[in-house]
Each structure stands twice: as C-alpha cells, then as structure tokens.
C-alpha cells in the first residue's frame, strides 16, 4: 500500500515536472525579467499570496490556506484572520472589496476599510485569481478559462487562454492593466501577457528572480500601482518592483 503510494507520488511528481520544463522548454519567445529590470526590492509580508493588487496607491494582499488565511494592507500593516475559509484572489471594485475561496463554494463581500465580511454569495467554481477592469470582476479557477463576473459574482462572459500550442491551464493570479490580463501560471515561473476580449497570449515573460531561503519556489503575485509592476510569490521574502516599459512595451519584444 505505502510502496503503491510512493510510485503515485513519484510518478505525479515526473509529471509534474515534465510538465513545467516542457512549458519553459516553449518559452524561447519569453521576454526575460532579471535582476536589473528591478528598481526596488520591497519586503514582503509573510504570506501564502493569492489576491495582490493595489487600490488608491495602497498595496493589499490576500493569504490562502486552510485555518489561516488572512488579509493585509501594507500602508499601516493592518492584518485580519479569516480562518473560516481558504482566501483566493481579491480586489477592490467600486469601493468595496471581493474575494474568492479556494473550494468553500462562497464568495465575499468586504469592507474595503474594516475587512469586515458584509456580504456571501455562493460560487460553484474553485477560486484562484480575481482582478477587474473597472466594471466587471475577472476570475480564474486553474483551467484555461478566465470568467467575466458581475458584482454578484455571476458569470457575464468567459475566455480560453490560448497560445499556439492551444489552451494554456494553471491561470492564477491576475492583473488586468489596459485590455491586458497579466496572469501567473501555477507552479512556474511564467508571466503571460492575454488579450483580455479574445484570450489570446500576446506575450510570455519569463521571471528570472529568486527570493533566498524558498525551498518551493512559487511565484505568484501580479500588481500595478499605475506605474510600476510589482511581482512576489508564496512566502517570498521580497516583492520586486519593476519598470512598467519591460511589460507594457507593446511594439515588440526582447
Ligand atoms: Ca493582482
């Protein structure tokens, strides 16, 4: 039984890996993000980042896991529990904030201010990356597909991301920034630049940056404050600040 157990394990494990060096292996039209494309390094709250995004020059954070998840705001370090459920993705949509649970099958409504939970609707999809454009709330749920919401988190409308090779699964954390969604794939270190109407993947980046002492390297972690792109992963020690122009250059690549 435990032998059995271990080859499962083992042969997951190949997989997975295959996996991730077959995608890095595609990656040959990444643009490469290194060290000195990074005009700060910031420090990173302790956290197992799912929701990271900016609001009124405000950096939050939202935290997963099981009987820990919490939120955070970095301008005066205010932290909530919320160990109720397994945070996912959030943002902040019209003054108020919303998030996603991994597989609670609930989504929230919060007090952008208190994180006090006003509001829960339930959500049948697993819950990973949430951003907006201003009007609609936009998921993902670790498939190819990104969900167009309303504020009463029901579907509008939904895109498969796309590369040549066909749809690209693992979508996590999102950013949306001009009719572009900006979106980590889980459990590489891949950027991809989607055409937010189409799902098209316009672009790759490939992240070259490590955070020292991370045994399991996780980036994950996508905001814009309007200027700068800041990138971290879970439980990174640094959140890398980078020029805007290395991601947002749209006349071609490097
Ligand atoms: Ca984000």
Redesign the pocket.
Known sequence: MRKQFFKKLLYYGYRKLKGNLDYIRNCRSCTHIRKKDVVETLSHEPAFTE???FHDGTLYESSGLRDRSFLFRYSDGFRKPVPEVFLE?C?ILHDRMYLLTYKNRVALVLDKDTFEITERFPYEREGW?L?TDGTHLIASDGSDRIYYLDTGFQTMDSISVRDRKGPVRHIN???YIDGIIFANVWQTNIILAIDASTGEVIRKYYIHLKSKGIRFPNLN????DGEYLYLTGKYYKDIWKIRADRFLNRSGQK
């Open positions: 929701g990271f995004f993705g943002v990356g951003t954390e999102l950013q972690g996508i905001a814009y």
